[in-house]
Nanobody
Framework: VQLQASGGGVVHPGGSLRLSCAAS????????MGWFRQALGKQREFVAA???????NYAESVKGRFTVSRDNAKNTVNLQMNSLKPEDTPVYYC??????????????WGRGTLVTVSS
């Protein structure tokens, strides 16, 4: 299984970024996928997830600002992040959550992507 997130960068508060995660090694289209983030010194936390039939779930802190989507043809899951805040700063990862809102995941963590929101 490979999970490789990309698209991070440096952005000012209020700005936008679009993250993408390429997944391989399992039946992508049949499984839910999620985004998670981890700040330095903190536990990894759930951000957003999309089910196999495009149902979605979001952490309260990102509702209304982030949008998760999937492209089954490309085996990718995306995270559109708008109205970014400094607290959105950490490293973002994708994985298969055990439930649509769970922080527990099925696979070992792959490569994350760093988002820095700073003025």
């Amino acid at each position: 299984v490979q999970l490789q997130a990309s698209g991070g960068g440096v952005v000012h508060p209020g700005g936008s970024l679009r993250l993408s995660c390429a997944a391989s090694g399992f039946s992508f289209r049949r499984n839910r996928m999620g985004w998670f983030r981890q700040a330095l010194g903190k536990q990894r936390e759930f951000v957003a997830a999309v089910s196999a039939d495009d149902g979605t779930n979001y952490a309260e802190s990102v509702k209304g600002r982030f949008t998760v989507s999937r492209d089954n043809a490309k085996n990718t899951v995306n995270l559109q992040m708008n109205s970014l805040k400094p607290e959105d700063t950490p490293v973002y990862y994708c994985n298969l959550p055990l439930d649509l809102g769970s922080s527990y995941v099925r696979f070992p963590w792959g490569r994350g992507t760093l988002v820095t929101v700073s003025s």
